[in-house]
Nanobody, 120 residues
Framework: QVQVVESGGGLVQPGGSLRLSCVVSGSIYRNGAMAWYRQAPGKERDLVATITAAGRPNYEDSVKGRFTISRDNAKNTVYLQMNSLNPEDTAVYYC??????????????WGQGTQVTVSS
């Protein structure tokens, strides 16, 4: 059984930073490529960043230069360091594991998400 648990969200002022964490357990998914998504109220869930099993990242244009995705394979954990946050980053952030290692393919496994609110 695959479990996905996100944490690290909260309320932050514009220009601030947060680091999100996601722990994945269960079979091959914990060793696969990973992705962070976000979903703002009334909007679709959008891809933010991906990382391969070897650590190669890829970012959606609006977060390039501000967000950094990384992983610690020994801890089955993927991180999202978010800097220079602005109100448009407000959303519930989700992590999604892939069974593949060299590139990311969306799977059916989701956690409960973690709320990020950027407001003064």
């Amino acid at each position: 059984q695959v479990q996905v648990v996100e944490s690290g969200g909260g309320l932050v002022q514009p220009g601030g930073s947060l680091r999100l964490s996601c722990v994945v357990s269960g079979s091959i998914y914990r060793n696969g490529a990973m992705a962070w998504y976000r979903q703002a109220p009334g909007k679709e869930r959008d891809l933010v960043a991906t990382i391969t099993a070897a650590g190669r990242p890829n970012y959606e244009d609006s977060v390039k230069g501000r967000f950094t995705i990384s992983r610690d394979n020994a801890k089955n954990t993927v991180y999202l360091q978010m800097n220079s946050l602005n109100p448009e980053d407000t959303a519930v952030y989700y992590c999604n594991p892939s069974r593949l290692t060299d590139f990311y393919v969306r799977s059916q496994y989701w956690g409960q998400g973690t709320q990020v609110t950027v407001s003064s």
